[in-house]
């Protein structure tokens, strides 16, 4: 393999990686979007619950089936 021919696959193996980087940046912005939005829907389950701890919970009945 000359000179050349090994740039070349080195240039190819750079523009590979490079690639492989953009898109997996790509990705984790999304999955830092919906880690974020998680957290939001969790926060607002766990203000939800804690209001329901005051008194508001539901009555232990059994279901009308036994």
Do not use: F, I, W
Request: charged residues 35%; negative net charge; glycine residues 4%.
């Amino acid at each position: 393999m000359n000179e050349a021919e090994r740039l070349t696959r080195l240039e190819e193996r750079y523009a590979h990686l490079q690639r492989h980087s953009t898109e997996q940046d790509k990705v984790m912005l999304g999955l830092s979007e919906e880690v974020a939005k998680l957290r939001q829907e969790l926060a607002k389950l766990v203000a939800q619950r804690s209001g329901n701890a005051e008194g508001d919970d539901l009555p232990q009945e059994r279901p009308p089936h036994y």
